[in-house]
Nanobody
Framework: QVQLVESGGGLVQAGGSLSLSCAASGSFFRINDMGWYRQAPGKQRELVAT???????NYADSVKGRFTVSRDNAKNTVYLQMNSLKPEDTAVYYC?????????WGQGTQVTVSS
């Protein structure tokens, strides 16, 4: 069984920064892709950023240049550094990992950006 524990959400003013982390634990050999998605009220869940096991990254256009995704394979942890936050970044952020063909989601952490 795989468990994901997220941390780091909170309230920040526009222009500020927050850092999220998501640690995976359980019985597995290797994590393939890791990433972050978000869901704002009344909207569908959307991709924020992903990173492959080899370190290749992919970002939503709306966060390019502001957010940075990274991972520590030794700690089975994925990070999201969010800078220059905007009110439209307000959402519940979910981490997502894939192991072989299986996908696992974190419980979500609230990020609120005030104007």
């Amino acid at each position: 069984q795989v468990q994901l524990v997220e941390s780091g959400g909170g309230l920040v003013q526009a222009g500020g920064s927050l850092s999220l982390s998501c640690a995976a634990s359980g019985s597995f050999f290797r994590i393939n892709d890791m990433g972050w998605y978000r869901q704002a009220p009344g909207k569908q869940r959307e991709l924020v950023a992903t990173i492959t096991s080899g370190g290749n990254t992919n970002y939503a256009d709306s966060v390019k240049g502001r957010f940075t995704v990274s991972r520590d394979n030794a700690k089975n942890t994925v990070y999201l550094q969010m800078n220059s936050l905007k009110p439209e970044d307000t959402a519940v952020y979910y981490c997502r990992i894939t192991i072989v063909r299986n996908t696992y989601w974190g419980q979500g952490t609230q990020v609120t950006v005030s104007s």
